[in-house]
């Protein structure tokens, strides 16, 4: 018997919840053939970024105005155009290229902070033919007058903006970095989002301390990440009706089995995509439809969000106990 390892993510019914995450994979559609001839679930492209828009305006404006109303200020923060792999209307045409070579759903993704102009490019992005949009939303609260509720407000606002843009589902992709996830994940739900992706991953920079200097670094990502995901899985995934995409730190089935477990219903993967090939997703599914097989499911969906916090006891309650009885129990030999 064929395992059954249909999910339904975003309103899409898939053969199985494995796909590439948001990265440069998407950007070559050799890179896109091969991701969909082993497996891919559905196609995520890598994030228009709200500068990289605003920038393209900017550009424009300066075009048509003269030099002394050539917008330094709001320009002098702006990346060069060279640091985007994709202009605005590559994008467009990726997104529309993607379509057209693969059958199986299309993600497009935004990055962006303030419900601005840029959100036309959400309808832009769904007139290219996407089937639903990623809202990646990057922000680090470094302003000590800025409470979180301001920052859970823009939010909010972004993913409320983009949803009177466009009829296509849309997902948050979050940071794990708020005051209150939980809260914001409902509100986040009621304000129109399909779905929560857990979760961002934000870069670390380190610091060059013979020539003072900081240093940007993107590290791929490690299992070890995947336990933060399973937590916030597990404790919003019972309480909410929306679709969840594990998102960071799953490098092979076991993993993909624990995050399908904690409520997910699709499972992103990038570095361990990004080191391996394509052809990895081949055996991540193998292996996890064996894995069930072994022992004794019947489907995916009977495995699905069985290990979640919210059913049949308190989240928080449930956290504070485990916390305490970890402590407790560690004894030397443990290290």
Not at 7 to 23: A, E, I, K, N, R
Not at 205 to 228: G, H, K, M, Q
Not at 230 to 253: C, D, Y
Request: cysteine-free.
């Amino acid at each position: 018997m064929t395992m059954d390892l249909s999910t339904t993510y975003l309103g899409f019914t898939l053969p199985h919840p494995l796909m590439p995450g948001s990265s440069p994979l998407a950007d070559d559609l050799d890179t896109v053939r091969r991701l969909e001839d082993a497996g891919a679930a559905a196609i995520v492209l890598r994030s228009l970024f709200e500068e990289q828009i605003v920038s393209d305006e900017l550009a424009t404006v300066r075009a048509w105005e003269s030099p002394s109303h050539a917008h330094a200020e709001a320009s002098s923060y702006m990346p060069e155009p060279e640091v985007f792999a994709l202009g605005t209307h590559d994008y467009l045409e990726q997104v529309q290229k993607i379509k057209k070579a693969v059958r199986v759903p299309v993600i497009a993704s935004l990055n962006g902070t303030t419900p601005e102009n840029w959100i036309e490019y959400a309808r832009l992005i769904e007139q290219a033919g996407a089937d639903a949009l990623e809202i990646n939303v990057y922000e680090l609260a470094t302003d000590p007058l800025q409470s979180g509720e301001d920052v859970e407000d823009r939010t909010v606002a972004v993913v409320a903006a983009v949803r009177d843009a466009v009829k296509i589902p849309i997902a948050a992709k979050l940071s794990p970095f708020y005051s209150s996830l939980a809260h914001l994940a409902r509100r986040l739900e009621r304000t129109g989002a399909n779905g929560l992706v857990l979760f961002n991953r934000f870069y670390q920079p380190d610091i060059d301390a013979e020539n003072l200097e900081v240093e940007p670094r993107l590290y791929l990502s490690s299992p070890a990440e995947l336990l933060l995901r399973l937590r916030w899985l597990a404790v919003l995934s019972g309480q909410l009706s929306v679709s969840f995409a594990a998102s960071g730190g799953v490098h092979n089935a076991l993993d993909a089995v624990k995050a399908v477990m904690a409520g997910a219903h699709a499972v992103q993967m990038v570095s361990v995509l990004l080191r391996r090939g394509p052809e990895t997703l081949v055996r991540v599914r193998t292996e996890l439809a064996r894995w069930l097989e072994e022992h004794g499911y019947e489907s995916l969906r009977q495995m699905q969000g069985s290990m979640s916090y919210g059913r049949g006891s308190d989240p928080a309650a449930n956290e504070r106990s485990n916390y305490m009885r970890i402590l407790q129990s560690w004894r030397p030999e443990d290290a």
